[in-house]
């Protein structure tokens, strides 16, 4: 079965300062993985994703991630946070027989100024 | 203009009472999701439809029945609704089944009394 993990609820950068947010993955065949947004009383924006080709992947609002194969993980980093960045992020992994997605369990980033 | 729409944003209601939550998408998708976002902010997929017909139905109760009259719109009707059913319900869609991206509304908060 697929499934994605993000280690940590809760992720705390000061303003200008390099971000990283986890995902671990686990999939059977070849991995479709997302990265999603989440502001406050919003729906979710997709940021990014890896199907196949080079590991880093360039996304919106100047985020990025990294596909790791042999350390099953997927990522998300920003050279340089803003306060606006400050949401849920979550990772998630596509069934290719359904199409659906599986999420993480979200991870609240907080820059501060 | 907006890509994917719900009604209403915000309901409140009594247990045992049936709802309904709409949802409309003017991108000309074939494919259209209901997922579940609960308190801890944990999102899963309940239903989705491809082209009016069912190829998702997760492990959900059977008060829940979605209905898909066109490719740009999915209901959910919800019966006899229990407490647990609080939560915020995203729409979402995809040109196709296996499409990457999926494009969310901006979600319905149940709140059930």
């Known amino acids: 079965a697929q499934s994605v993990a993000q280690p940590e609820d809760q992720v705390n950068v000061a303003e200008g300062n390099p971000l990283t947010v986890k995902c671990t993955y686990s999939v059977s065949g070849n991995p479709y993985l997302f990265w999603y947004v989440q502001y406050p009383n919003r729906g979710l924006q997709f940021l990014l994703k890896y199907i196949t080709g080079d590991n880093l992947v360039k996304g919106s609002y100047g985020f990025e991630a990294e596909f790791n194969k042999s350390q099953t993980s997927f990522h998300l980093k920003k050279p340089s946070a803003l306060v606006s960045d400050s949401a849920l992020y979550f990772c998630a992994v596509r069934d290719d027989t359904t199409g659906k997605l599986i999420f993480g369990q979200g991870t609240t980033l907080q820059v501060k100024p | 203009d907006t890509a994917v729409s719900q009604t209403p944003k915000y309901l409140v209601t009594q247990m045992g009472n049936d709802k309904s939550i709409k949802c409309e998408q003017n991108l000309g998708h074939d494919t259209m999701y209901w997922y579940k976002q609960d308190s801890k902010k944990f999102l899963k997929i309940m239903f989705s439809?491809?082209?009016?017909?069912?190829?998702i139905n997760e492990t959900v109760p059977n008060r829940f029945s979605p209905k898909s009259p066109d490719k740009a719109h999915l209901n959910l009707h919800i019966n006899s609704l229990e407490l647990g059913d609080s939560a915020v319900y995203f729409c979402a869609s995809s040109p196709g089944k296996h499409y990457n991206e999926q494009f969310f509304g901006p979600g319905t908060r149940l709140t059930v009394l």
């Open positions: 439809y491809n082209n009016k017909e069912l190829i």
